[in-house]
């Protein structure tokens, strides 16, 4: 269908927008208010206080918010309370950039609709078979889908899915899918969506090419803007332990290890080289320990992470690869065995351990030569990295 030009300036503003502090004040349904807490949740974090609400009601949204703030169940919660399921159809669309986010976002929304036994959501993602997909529509038609541009535009023009009835439209990581050259697919995919359908646009950044995007094909959205210093979570204690050399970094891991018990803990480092290596050390300690990396092939990062996500491993080492697509409710403890060599990148590693406001703990090993990047990071952050205390283990427990 052709698309009217949508492009309004908003008259809401995040700043605008009323916030609401507890779930409850949202008037959810009962089968989601019980999922958002089965899941872990305690209380919505800034862009779900703001979110969530105008999306139920109708309003077209842009945010501007990291990995790490909730944005992925900020619209997860308000598609499932918009989802009518007596209708046998296909009323939200979720599109991420990458199949490992993708992934994630569809696990986030069937974590969320734990007690709606009766909604329907599938995956239309590259490298899946595009034949189980057929397979599966044939059993019911999905109320969601979440999948990856290339292949949900290729599901429409070969009339395999049908958003004739679609309500909802989210790009989630939408700068990301600008940049890996996903425009065209997106703006096709939009031309196919009826006119009174709903759109949602999440972005780290907002380059121009973002903004024209969404003068293109928002309708007077609500503007919310999460500031850097809120991606340091409530409930997340940062610490640093002084090592004299790379070496005696090893030793450090070590003494956590038999000190604490530690639960599900994710151990970045900046190199494959080095997560093999670790692995390695742990394993001979008889730790169970699994690993990914970028030489792995998909189905097999995908396993690692189903078995770490399910609890049969308890730790996961791994490199800046997906750092972005880590999402395991579990997880406690973070740590950064090599400081990240971009500043940016820390907060969506430590982000692991306090999803949605979740209590968590980041521990950074640091040399002296890295004395500079934890100030830096400090510094961007507006944020305090305590040197770890003798009472860690009361504060893991």
């Not at 619209?75 to 009518?84: E, G, P, T």
Request: charged fraction near 25%; proline fraction near 4%.
């Amino acid at each position: 269908m052709t698309q009217p030009e949508k492009s309004k300036k908003a008259e809401i503003t995040g700043d605008d927008v009323q916030q609401f502090k507890t779930f409850e004040e949202m008037k959810l349904k009962d089968e989601v208010l019980r999922g958002i807490y089965s899941y872990g949740f305690e209380k919505p974090s800034l862009i779900q206080q703001k979110g969530i609400v105008p999306i139920i009601r109708g309003r077209d949204l842009v945010a501007q918010a990291q990995s790490g703030t909730g944005k992925t169940a900020t619209f997860s919660i308000a598609l499932l309370q918009m989802i009518d399921l007596t209708l046998n159809r296909t009323q939200a669309l979720i599109l991420s950039p990458t199949r490992e986010l993708a992934i994630q976002s569809y696990n986030v929304v069937k974590m969320l609709a734990k007690y709606m036994p009766n909604l329907h959501i599938s995956r239309a993602v590259g490298g899946d078979s595009i034949r189980s997909f057929e397979e599966e529509i044939q059993k019911g038609t999905p109320h969601v889908i979440v999948g990856t541009p290339g292949r949900v535009d290729h599901m429409i023009q070969v009339q395999m899915l049908n958003v004739e009835h679609l309500r909802i439209f989210v790009l989630d990581e939408a700068d990301e899918m600008l940049s890996a050259g996903f425009k065209e697919k997106i703006e096709e995919i939009n031309h196919n969506l009826p006119q009174s359908a709903q759109t949602i646009l999440l972005s780290a950044t907002m380059p121009s090419e973002i903004l024209e995007l969404t003068e293109k094909i928002l309708r007077n959205p609500v503007r919310i803007l999460v500031p850097r210093e809120e991606l340091t979570l409530d409930g997340l204690r940062q610490f640093y332990v002084a090592v004299e050399k790379e070496e005696h970094k090893q030793d450090v891991l070590m003494d956590l290890y038999e000190t604490l018990q530690l639960g599900q803990t994710v151990i970045f480092c900046n190199s494959k080289r080095k997560v093999d290596f670790l692995a390695d050390l742990l394993q001979e300690k008889k730790f169970t320990v699994s690993t990914i990396h970028g030489g792995m092939e998909m189905p097999e990062r995908n396993q690692v992470m189903k078995d770490f996500r399910e609890g049969r491993s308890r730790v996961l080492i791994t490199t800046d690869l997906l750092s972005r697509g880590i999402d395991v409710q579990q997880v406690s403890l973070v740590m950064n065995y090599d400081l990240p060599t971009e500043k940016e990148q820390y907060i969506h590693r430590i982000g692991r351990s306090a999803r949605f406001g979740r209590k968590g703990i980041a521990i950074n090993l640091v040399t002296e030569e890295d004395g500079a990047q934890l100030q830096e990071i400090q510094k961007f952050y507006q944020t305090k990295v305590e040197e770890l205390p003798d009472n860690i283990k009361e504060l893991l427990k």
